[in-house]
């Protein structure tokens, strides 16, 4: 079991749009299991290869006592709103309101490479939604509304005093 460091923000992995994966290679496939495991920890429900510092579009997520994968995720579905207190593992310690849509619903594939399909409302619809956002190189703190986010900002760099 390998538990991955998790990168924080300002690390411009996190703003690098991540690369398709193409292949299904051993390093594709242990990078799924360090997913697997890392997001396997109390308090997490999603993890992008990107925030442990691989640029390829990959999440893995731990969602009401289900743990998965899924490669080469493409939102194709959303529906409704909802807005609520969203955090992240790149942005350790600040929780703020953020719109998303209430259902989410995502195609890729498995290490097999068949497709698969990932869905959910609520925290599975917000999952969905902010690990595609960081496999784009977007971290949640861009969708706040301006002063939340020059908030959010403030915080960061008193935490990195």
């Given at each position: 079991?390998t538990?991955?460091?998790?990168?924080?923000?300002p690390?411009?992995?996190l703003?690098?749009v991540c690369d398709?994966i193409?292949?299904?290679t051993?390093?594709?496939?242990?990078?799924?299991?360090?997913?697997v495991?890392t997001?396997d920890?109390?308090?997490?429900?999603g993890?992008?290869?990107?925030?442990i510092?691989?640029?390829l579009?990959a999440f893995s997520?731990?969602?009401?006592g289900k743990l998965?994968y899924i490669?080469?995720p493409?939102?194709?579905?959303?529906?409704?709103e909802?807005?609520?207190?969203?955090?992240?593992l790149s942005?350790?310690g600040?929780?703020y309101k953020?719109?998303r849509a209430?259902?989410?619903k995502?195609e890729?594939?498995?290490?097999?490479?068949n497709?698969?399909?990932i869905e959910?409302?609520?925290?599975?619809?917000?999952?969905?939604?902010?690990?595609?956002?960081?496999?784009?190189?977007?971290?949640?703190?861009?969708?706040?509304e301006?002063?939340q986010?020059?908030e959010?900002?403030r915080?960061?760099r008193?935490?990195?005093?």
């Amino acid at each position: 079991m390998t538990l991955r460091d998790i990168r924080v923000v300002p690390d411009p992995v996190l703003r690098t749009v991540c690369d398709p994966i193409t292949t299904i290679t051993p390093a594709v496939e242990q990078l799924v299991q360090d997913l697997v495991d890392t997001v396997d920890d109390p308090g997490r429900a999603g993890l992008s290869a990107n925030q442990i510092g691989v640029s390829l579009r990959a999440f893995s997520y731990n969602i009401d006592g289900k743990l998965g994968y899924i490669l080469n995720p493409k939102i194709i579905e959303l529906d409704g709103e909802q807005y609520g207190d969203e955090g992240c593992l790149s942005v350790p310690g600040l929780w703020y309101k953020t719109r998303r849509a209430e259902y989410a619903k995502a195609e890729g594939i498995n290490l097999s490479g068949n497709r698969i399909v990932i869905e959910g409302h609520g925290i599975m619809g917000r999952m969905i939604q902010h690990e595609c956002d960081h496999l784009d190189g977007h971290v949640y703190l861009d969708r706040l509304e301006k002063e939340q986010r020059r908030e959010a900002m403030r915080k960061m760099r008193e935490q990195a005093k």
